[in-house]
């Protein structure tokens, strides 16, 4: 069974300032997916910005990007510029391969954005 | 495309008590799925369907759980004699899905239940 963790509950970080949120994993398979959710208070998990572990270039959506290490199993997340919209929930999310449904979330990073 | 909807938003009832709820995918997605987070957690996986198809259940989801899907479009999950244990927000999510690929899931806004 794959696990997920996150291990800082609580972060912050200074307006137009960046940050990074810590993910690690752990399978004993070859070819998986790896998520990042965001879900701001009392609305819905959006998706920010995923990574196919067979590609070795990191991930990127505009102000987000990740920092893939496979073989030392962690995925994090660097927000850029952050902005108070940015404010929410960040939860990191196992994939297994092709045809898979099960995701596995570890328990998120509560992200505030201070002005 | 206006997304994934779950009705209610919130439900509160007393223990013992049946409730039943509601999601809508995203309307060319087949697969839909359904999650459990309660406070502090991430979600959990409960089941899921392909179509009309109830393809697997998590250990989670006790006897006192059933999920339909009819038609292969909108899916209920109802909880017979609730117990406080369930008070959880349950979320459901749907994707497409073609062999051999992977598609990410899309979340719906939840349906937040408080067991008195």
């Known amino acids: 069974a794959q696990t997920v963790t996150q291990s800082q509950p609580e972060m912050s970080v200074q307006e137009a300032e960046t940050v990074t949120l810590s993910c690690t994993y752990d399978t004993s398979e070859s070819d998986y997916y790896l998520f990042w959710y965001k879900q701001p208070p009392s609305r819905q998990m959006i998706l920010v910005i995923r990574q196919e572990a067979y590609k070795q270039q990191n991930a990127t959506e505009n102000r987000f990007s990740v920092n893939f290490q496979k073989a030392a199993k962690s995925f994090s997340l660097k927000i850029s510029d952050s902005q108070l919209g940015d404010a929410a929930m960040y939860f990191c999310?196992?994939?297994?391969?092709?045809?898979?449904?099960?995701?596995?979330f570890g328990k998120g990073t509560k992200l505030s954005v201070i002005p | 495309d206006t997304g994934v909807s779950q009705d209610p938003r919130h439900k509160i009832t007393k223990r013992g008590q049946n409730v039943t709820f509601r999601c809508d995918p995203i309307?060319?997605?087949?697969?839909l799925y359904w999650y459990r987070q309660t406070l502090g957690q991430g979600p959990e996986f409960l089941t899921y369907f392909q179509n009309e198809a109830q393809l697997e259940k998590s250990r989670l989801l006790s006897d006192r759980f059933s999920a339909e899907r009819p038609k292969g479009s909108f899916s209920t999950l109802e909880i017979q004699r609730t117990e406080q244990g369930d008070s959880a927000m349950y979320l459901c999510?749907?994707?497409?899905?073609?062999?051999?690929?992977?598609?990410?899931?899309?979340f719906g806004p939840g349906t937040r239940l408080t067991v008195t």
């Open positions: 999310a196992f994939l297994s391969g092709a045809g898979s449904y099960q995701l596995t």
């Open positions: 999510a749907s994707s497409p899905w073609v062999s051999g690929a992977t598609y990410e899931q899309y």
């Open positions: 309307s060319e997605h087949n697969r």
